[in-house]
């Protein structure tokens, strides 16, 4: 391992001085009667509560963007109480929408444009809305032409019904999100892509995904995420909810086995549990400069070295740490033997294991034209506290939680920690940091 | 002394109020007087365009003068009153001119009255934008023609629910129920007023529903009225205590289809009965004694609108909600669930559809603090804990907070004890339910500072409270007064009343509840608790009968734990009758009052019911203002009035006793009854 201390590529050293999730939902379920806005508004709030910084600016990720709260960011940021003259931007980069909230915040810090920024990610895939057919706008724009009268419109509203049949099928916003529409491929046939270039089987999925519920619920019985958890009051019944609620500790091969393909029912290896979960959830983080924490007296949480992006193809999206993982790694010249602690997303097992596998090749760094590998992180470093084939994986919220869990696992253990996640269209990001 | 003037400008006219030696404009005789001469003027040279405005722009006009209406002394007087304010109304309405009211700020009664007899109403959007016919509340009607007009505007079944309840809509409501034409922005008004200006004349407008005429439908509809008004009072007489409410409702039936003249005629007669009753002006006194306690001088400190509130219970969580009104809340509690009891609780009071919640954080730790101004404890009545409390927070909140402590029988003084800065901390003491009773007790310590006090009272006004300093003696002020009253009510029990007898006295005197009733919402184990601290301290005229605690030991906790004096599983709450058990083995003789109380074979009168639980509460006020526990006599009613709802119609505890018992007849019953402290009588001769 080399020294700790990497300079920042320029400018200000970044630094987090508080964070806190929500306990993951899984939809429809614990958290279901929440938004996005509220929860991300009882998030905020309560960074707020347990940090003294006051942010100069709110950047939130957040992927399925509710109708009724346009630039949703701006929405928390008020109802959570943050004054009025504070800027707020929503982010989207797909899957890593939290982890583009925390990199353009580190950034604005960075350049000097503010001193204290609240970032994170926030989803809520319950509330995923169902929409109407797009022939059924067209109807209703002949309707209101009409304006009640009997008038020619009015008929052509009706054969223009009648035309498209199935047009009161709702779509849904979610099977829809997740499919990248460039290559007509849902995200899960991305992962049986993998699963069949990799040669990766069923029953080595399958482990990886048991090991995952072992490894969360451990940490969980351990009290390790207490430092990252707040608890919630979700009406309506305001019990207490506490704890991430897809994490099984049963969990077993022989129960994971029974479990049949989701994405290709005869052929395929990805099921829905050795998939993430769909789930509700939120987590804020708030950075500031290095300097600025210091002289006002707040913890440091961990701090930010460097992050990259990276596109790859997008019917193999799963891939997207490698590349974004060895751009960051090799920038620095770093391998992957000097990360103390690895978080790679878990989208879908097939994908890490995949990403491990092309990680540590060096024909497929050959044929991608990328030069040394960095190397494959091992079961040591990897996901150390579960991931979220068994925490849950909403998707705007998780690139902010993986930095979040990765500044108290340095803690445990000391070192440089590597967030990373695959992004549904064909990327990859990668965040390095380390302990405060 | 300005009043009102009027401005002309060819062919416009402006009359504007403009009060230079108040801070509200009013309708009182000066005003009445200049109005009924500039009204000469204008009849003698109409102009095109009259605006009706007021120089003030957060009160257009607050309404008549209360205080001559409480000086009225016969009906003739008062009727005389209103047809004087008729007349003036009539007369602006007769003009030629196209006449507009600019409604900015509050517009209350007459106000809103002299606005009606206008063509058009104009309301300008602010906070302060009020319209009302408030009169009810004051225990009478409008009487300037507001139950003729208002009716012609937002048609009749809203006039009467607007007229019977007093409630007041905001500037846009106003304009959706078609009581204003048009409503707008402060700074638009010239070109609203243009605009208005064009529409011209006020035509008759149908709002009414079509059903209204009809006269079974209309007779149904003033029946289920009358019904729903007396539900809302199931034990009073109506016509003895709120005489305004069926009179009203009457004059309304009466008036629909008459004449305008003829109606008018019929509401100045009804007015001026009602102006000089007993229940108007007691309800004007309590009104006045209400006003009396929001004033303050203290300016709204910045911090004030975080507060931290610690112990979710019934009251922390109400208080969380009354904080929650101007400002963010933290609501600190140590265990999740009675946490998730009370956010509960709270969802069901937010008719906002959660926006007020959603200032309420619930947490579980001491986070937070940093930001808080103000923090409020309704922990356990212990002063362990309580100092303890203090002592942990201290040092986690801002130099300059408020620390406030809703005790409601812990000194005040103890608990600043060790403190760093014990200054900032005072008594604020709510009653239950706090979102709904008026009241609070500010108490000081002995350390705490001057401007913490105004500070604290401030909020509370701030909050919508009327504070009432009291001195940090053991119960306070209605604590105190409350538990003798308790006292009598045990032993009336003893003496083989029934609690349902007893508690239907008092409901039907006009108490909002009956003394065991008021025990069990309390709950049981609290009393007890108050009662044995107040009789170590005042000894035996507090003191708790001994089957009481047996009551508390068996876990009959009252409402929260559903069984008390009452049963409260149910939808209503019914006489639990295995409590008798408890007294039952108490010797009747126990007491060596006069066989008057001690005859359980058959029922007291119910006067003699509420004169034997009401003149140990009298006693106990009045030894409260000789010990100076509170400022005055009115501020010791108004207390009684907006905490333990003492029957406003009846003007306050002393006032009543005062003026309506002789001081003789009260000390020969104190006999009866076996009290002492009759000397303290006297007293009330100068309340």
Same mark, same amino acid.
Request: aromatic content about 6%.
């Given at each position: 391992?080399?020294?700790?201390?990497?300079?920042?590529?320029?400018?200000?050293?970044?630094?987090?001085? @508080?964070?806190? $999730?929500?306990?993951? &939902? =899984?939809?429809?379920? *614990? +958290?279901?009667?929440?938004? !996005?806005?509220? %929860?991300?508004?009882?998030?905020?709030?309560?960074?707020?509560?347990?940090?003294?910084?006051?942010?100069?600016?709110?950047?939130?990720?957040?992927?399925?963007?509710?109708?009724?709260?346009?630039?949703?960011?701006?929405?928390?940021?008020?109802?959570?109480?943050?004054?009025?003259?504070?800027?707020?931007?929503?982010?989207?980069?797909?899957?890593?929408?939290?982890?583009?909230?925390?990199?353009?915040?580190?950034?604005?810090?960075?350049?000097?444009?503010?001193?204290?920024?609240?970032?994170?990610?926030?989803?809520?895939?319950?509330?995923?809305?169902?929409?109407?057919?797009?022939?059924?706008?067209?109807?209703? @724009?002949?309707? $209101?032409?009409?304006? &009640? =009268?009997?008038?020619? *419109? +009015?008929?052509?509203?009706? !054969?223009?019904? %009648?035309?498209?049949?199935?047009?009161?099928?709702?779509?849904?916003?979610?099977?829809?999100?997740?499919?990248?529409?460039?290559?007509?491929?849902?995200?899960?046939?991305?992962?049986?892509?993998?699963?069949?270039?990799?040669?990766?089987?069923?029953?080595?999925?399958?482990?990886?995904?048991?090991?995952?519920?072992?490894?969360?619920?451990?940490?969980?019985?351990?009290?390790?995420?207490?430092?990252?958890?707040?608890?919630?009051?979700?009406?309506?019944?305001?019990?207490?909810?506490?704890?991430?609620?897809?994490?099984?500790?049963?969990?077993?091969?022989?129960?994971?086995?029974?479990?049949?393909?989701?994405?290709?029912?005869?052929?395929?290896?990805?099921?829905?549990?050795?998939?993430?979960?769909?789930?509700?959830? !939120?987590?804020? %983080?708030?950075?500031?400069?290095?300097?600025?924490?210091?002289?006002?007296?707040?913890?440091?949480?961990?701090?930010?070295?460097?992050?990259?992006?990276?596109?790859?193809?997008?019917?193999?999206?799963?891939?997207?740490?490698?590349?974004?993982?060895?751009?960051?790694?090799?920038?620095?010249?770093?391998?992957?033997?000097?990360?103390?602690?690895?978080?790679?997303?878990?989208?879908?097992?097939?994908?890490?294991?995949?990403?491990?596998?092309?990680?540590?090749?060096?024909?497929?760094?050959?044929?991608?034209?990328?030069?040394?590998?960095?190397?494959?992180?091992?079961?040591?470093?990897?996901?150390?506290?579960?991931?979220?084939?068994?925490?849950?994986?909403?998707?705007?919220?998780?690139?902010?939680?993986?930095?979040?869990?990765?500044?108290?696992?340095?803690?445990?253990?000391?070192?440089?920690?590597?967030?990373?996640?695959?992004?549904?269209?064909?990327?990859?990001?990668?965040?390095?940091?380390?302990?405060? | 002394?300005?009043?009102?003037?009027?401005?002309?400008?060819?062919?416009?006219?402006?009359?504007?109020?403009?009060?230079?030696?108040?801070?509200?404009?009013?309708?009182?005789?000066?005003?009445?007087?200049?109005?009924?001469?500039?009204?000469?003027?204008?009849?003698?040279?109409?102009?095109?365009?009259?605006?009706?405005?007021?120089?003030?722009?957060?009160?257009?006009?607050?309404?008549?003068?209360?205080?001559?209406?409480?000086?009225?002394?016969?009906?003739?007087?008062?009727?005389?009153?209103?047809?004087?304010?008729?007349?003036?109304?009539?007369?602006?309405?007769?003009?030629?001119?196209?006449?507009?009211?600019?409604?900015?700020?509050?517009?209350?009664?007459?106000?809103?009255?002299?606005?009606?007899?206008?063509?058009?109403?104009?309301?300008?959007?602010?906070?302060?934008?009020?319209?009302?016919?408030?009169?009810?509340?004051?225990?009478?009607?409008?009487?300037?023609?507001?139950?003729?007009?208002?009716?012609?505007?937002?048609?009749?079944?809203?006039?009467?629910?607007?007229?019977?309840?007093?409630?007041?809509?905001?500037?846009?409501?106003?304009?959706?129920?078609?009581?204003?034409?048009?409503?707008?922005?402060?700074?638009?008004?010239?070109?609203?007023?243009?605009?208005?200006?064009?529409?011209?004349?006020?035509?008759?407008?149908?709002?009414?529903?079509?059903?209204?005429?009809?006269?079974?439908?209309?007779?149904?509809?003033?029946?289920?009225?009358?019904?729903?008004?007396?539900?809302?009072?199931?034990?009073?007489?109506?016509?003895?205590?709120?005489?305004?409410?069926?009179?009203?409702?009457?004059?309304?039936?009466?008036?629909?289809?008459?004449?305008?003249?003829?109606?008018?005629?019929?509401?100045?007669?009804?007015?001026?009965?009602?102006?000089?009753?007993?229940?108007?002006?007691?309800?004007?006194?309590?009104?006045?004694?209400?006003?009396?306690?929001?004033?303050?001088?203290?300016?709204?400190?910045?911090?004030?609108?975080?507060?931290?509130?610690?112990?979710?219970?019934?009251?922390?969580?109400?208080?969380?909600?009354?904080?929650?009104?101007?400002?963010?809340?933290?609501?600190?509690?140590?265990?999740?669930?009675?946490?998730?009891?009370?956010?509960?609780?709270?969802?069901?009071?937010?008719?906002?559809?959660?926006?007020?919640?959603?200032?309420?954080?619930?947490?579980?730790?001491?986070?937070?603090?940093?930001?808080?101004?103000?923090?409020?404890?309704?922990?356990?009545?212990?002063?362990?804990?309580?100092?303890?409390?203090?002592?942990?927070?201290?040092?986690?909140?801002?130099?300059?907070?408020?620390?406030?402590?809703?005790?409601?029988?812990?000194?005040?003084?103890?608990?600043?004890?060790?403190?760093?800065?014990?200054?900032?901390?005072?008594?604020?003491?709510?009653?239950?339910?706090?979102?709904?009773?008026?009241?609070?007790?500010?108490?000081?310590?002995?350390?705490?500072?001057?401007?913490?006090?105004?500070?604290?009272?401030?909020?509370?006004?701030?909050?919508?409270?009327?504070?009432?300093?009291?001195?940090?003696?053991?119960?306070?002020?209605?604590?105190?007064?409350?538990?003798?009253?308790?006292?009598?009510?045990?032993?009336?029990?003893?003496?083989?009343?029934?609690?349902?007898?007893?508690?239907?006295?008092?409901?039907?005197?006009?108490?909002?509840?009956?003394?065991?009733?008021?025990?069990?919402?309390?709950?049981?184990?609290?009393?007890?608790?108050?009662?044995?601290?107040?009789?170590?301290?005042?000894?035996?005229?507090?003191?708790?009968?001994?089957?009481?605690?047996?009551?508390?030991?068996?876990?009959?906790?009252?409402?929260?734990?559903?069984?008390?004096?009452?049963?409260?599983?149910?939808?209503?709450?019914?006489?639990?009758?295995?409590?008798?058990?408890?007294?039952?083995?108490?010797?009747?003789?126990?007491?060596?009052?006069?066989?008057?109380?001690?005859?359980?074979?058959?029922?007291?009168?119910?006067?003699?019911?509420?004169?034997?639980?009401?003149?140990?509460?009298?006693?106990?006020?009045?030894?409260?203002?000789?010990?100076?526990?509170?400022?005055?006599?009115?501020?010791?009613?108004?207390?009684?009035?907006?905490?333990?709802?003492?029957?406003?119609?009846?003007?306050?505890?002393?006032?009543?006793?005062?003026?309506?018992?002789?001081?003789?007849?009260?000390?020969?019953?104190?006999?009866?009854?076996?009290?002492?402290?009759?000397?303290?009588?006297?007293?009330?001769?100068?309340?």
């Amino acid at each position: 391992m080399t020294s700790r201390t990497i300079a920042a590529p320029n400018g200000e050293d970044v630094v987090i001085v @508080a964070g806190v $999730r929500t306990p993951i &939902g =899984k939809a429809e379920g *614990a +958290l279901a009667g929440l938004d !996005a806005v509220e %929860l991300g508004r009882q998030v905020l709030r309560q960074l707020l509560a347990i940090t003294a910084a006051s942010p100069d600016a709110v950047i939130i990720g957040n992927v399925i963007q509710p109708a009724e709260a346009t630039n949703i960011a701006r929405v928390i940021a008020l109802r959570a109480g943050v004054d009025r003259a504070v800027p707020a931007h929503t982010v989207h980069r797909n899957c890593a929408s939290g982890m583009q909230a925390v990199t353009d915040g580190a950034m604005l810090i960075a350049t000097g444009r503010a001193a204290v920024v609240a970032v994170g990610g926030v989803e809520s895939m319950t509330h995923a809305p169902l929409l109407l057919n797009d022939s059924v706008r067209r109807a209703l @724009a002949y309707w $209101r032409r009409a304006r &009640g =009268k009997l008038h020619p *419109a +009015l008929f052509r509203a009706w !054969a223009h019904l %009648l035309r498209s049949p199935g047009f009161f099928k709702p779509r849904s916003a979610l099977r829809e999100g997740l499919t990248d529409s460039t290559v007509g491929m849902n995200m899960g046939q991305t992962a049986e892509l993998l699963a069949s270039d990799f040669g990766i089987t069923r029953a080595a999925q399958d482990q990886f995904a048991l090991q995952s519920h072992l490894r969360a619920h451990a940490a969980r019985e351990a009290g390790l995420l207490d430092g990252e958890m707040m608890p919630l009051f979700v009406p309506p019944d305001f019990n207490l909810f506490d704890r991430d609620e897809g994490i099984r500790p049963q969990q077993s091969m022989a129960a994971l086995a029974k479990l049949r393909p989701v994405f290709d029912r005869r052929l395929g290896t990805v099921t829905a549990g050795n998939s993430s979960q769909i789930s509700d959830g !939120a987590a804020m %983080l708030m950075l500031t400069r290095r300097d600025k924490a210091e002289a006002e007296g707040w913890p440091l949480l961990g701090r930010l070295i460097d992050w990259r992006y990276a596109g790859c193809d997008p019917a193999r999206m799963g891939l997207g740490p490698v590349f974004s993982s060895h751009r960051l790694l090799s920038d620095h010249g770093l391998t992957m033997a000097d990360v103390a602690r690895v978080e790679i997303n878990e989208a879908f097992t097939t994908q890490v294991l995949a990403c491990q596998e092309a990680l540590a090749s060096k024909a497929f760094h050959q044929r991608h034209g990328l030069g040394e590998p960095v190397g494959a992180p091992d079961d040591a470093q990897l996901n150390v506290w579960g991931g979220a084939v068994a925490i849950g994986h909403p998707v705007g919220m998780t690139g902010a939680r993986l930095i979040l869990s990765l500044c108290h696992q340095l803690k445990v253990q000391p070192g440089l920690g590597l967030a990373t996640l695959c992004i549904g269209g064909g990327q990859g990001g990668a965040v390095l940091l380390e302990a405060g | 002394m300005m009043t009102v003037q009027l401005l002309r400008d060819d062919g416009w006219a402006r009359l504007r109020f403009d009060r230079s030696d108040k801070p509200v404009n009013l309708l009182d005789g000066a005003t009445m007087a200049s109005l009924s001469m500039l009204l000469d003027q204008l009849e003698a040279d109409p102009p095109a365009v009259l605006v009706v405005e007021s120089g003030n722009p957060n009160c257009f006009i607050a309404g008549a003068d209360v205080a001559a209406i409480a000086a009225v002394t016969d009906a003739d007087t008062a009727a005389a009153l209103a047809q004087q304010g008729q007349s003036i109304c009539h007369r602006l309405q007769q003009l030629s001119s196209i006449s507009i009211a600019v409604v900015s700020g509050s517009c209350m009664g007459g106000g809103l009255e002299l606005a009606l007899a206008c063509d058009r109403i104009l309301t300008v959007e602010r906070a302060s934008t009020k319209l009302a016919l408030p009169e009810v509340k004051i225990g009478i009607h409008p009487g300037f023609g507001g139950c003729v007009r208002l009716p012609g505007r937002v048609g009749w079944p809203r006039a009467v629910r607007m007229i019977a309840s007093g409630a007041s809509c905001d500037a846009k409501r106003a304009m959706r129920i078609s009581l204003a034409d048009l409503c707008c922005r402060s700074g638009q008004e010239q070109a609203a007023i243009s605009c208005l200006t064009h529409q011209g004349k006020r035509l008759s407008t149908a709002t009414t529903p079509w059903w209204f005429a009809l006269w079974p439908a209309r007779r149904l509809f003033f029946h289920l009225a009358n019904r729903k008004l007396r539900q809302r009072f199931p034990h009073l007489d109506l016509e003895a205590s709120y005489p305004a409410l069926p009179a009203l409702l009457g004059l309304l039936q009466e008036i629909y289809g008459m004449s305008e003249g003829l109606a008018l005629a019929r509401e100045a007669e009804s007015l001026g009965k009602l102006a000089y009753s007993d229940s108007s002006k007691h309800l004007i006194r309590a009104f006045f004694l209400g006003n009396g306690l929001k004033k303050h001088t203290a300016p709204a400190a910045a911090g004030d609108s975080h507060c931290a509130v610690y112990g979710a219970g019934v009251m922390g969580h109400g208080i969380a909600w009354v904080a929650s009104r101007s400002g963010s809340v933290d609501l600190h509690e140590v265990a999740a669930e009675p946490l998730a009891h009370a956010l509960s609780a709270l969802a069901n009071f937010d008719r906002t559809g959660g926006s007020r919640l959603a200032k309420i954080r619930p947490t579980l730790c001491d986070d937070g603090l940093h930001r808080a101004g103000v923090v409020i404890e309704a922990v356990l009545e212990s002063l362990e804990v309580k100092q303890a409390l203090w002592q942990r927070i201290e040092h986690l909140v801002a130099e300059d907070a408020l620390l406030l402590s809703n005790t409601s029988a812990l000194a005040i003084s103890d608990q600043q004890q060790g403190l760093a800065h014990p200054e900032r901390l005072a008594g604020l003491h709510f009653f239950n339910p706090a979102p709904k009773m008026p009241l609070v007790e500010v108490i000081a310590g002995k350390h705490t500072s001057p401007e913490t006090i105004e500070r604290v009272k401030q909020l509370a006004v701030r909050w919508g409270k009327f504070p009432v300093v009291v001195a940090d003696s053991p119960g306070f002020l209605v604590n105190r007064c409350l538990m003798p009253l308790m006292a009598a009510a045990f032993r009336l029990l003893e003496a083989g009343q029934t609690a349902a007898h007893i508690d239907g006295a008092l409901k039907c005197y006009g108490m909002p509840m009956g003394a065991l009733e008021l025990a069990d919402t309390v709950g049981l184990d609290i009393c007890h608790h108050v009662g044995k601290q107040l009789s170590d301290a005042f000894g035996a005229r507090m003191a708790i009968p001994d089957w009481f605690a047996g009551m508390v030991g068996d876990g009959l906790l009252g409402k929260k734990g559903t069984l008390g004096f009452y049963n409260w599983g149910g939808k209503q709450p019914v006489v639990n009758p295995a409590v008798c058990a408890y007294w039952a083995a108490t010797p009747a003789v126990d007491h060596e009052f006069d066989a008057n109380l001690a005859d359980g074979s058959k029922a007291m009168a119910a006067d003699q019911v509420v004169l034997a639980c009401l003149l140990p509460m009298l006693i106990e006020a009045l030894r409260c203002l000789e010990e100076k526990v509170v400022a005055d006599a009115d501020q010791l009613d108004a207390a009684m009035i907006y905490g333990i709802g003492y029957p406003a119609f009846r003007g306050g505890l002393l006032h009543d006793f005062a003026h309506h018992h002789r001081l003789d007849d009260l000390r020969q019953q104190m006999r009866v009854f076996g009290l002492d402290g009759s000397d303290l009588l006297v007293g009330l001769a100068a309340c």
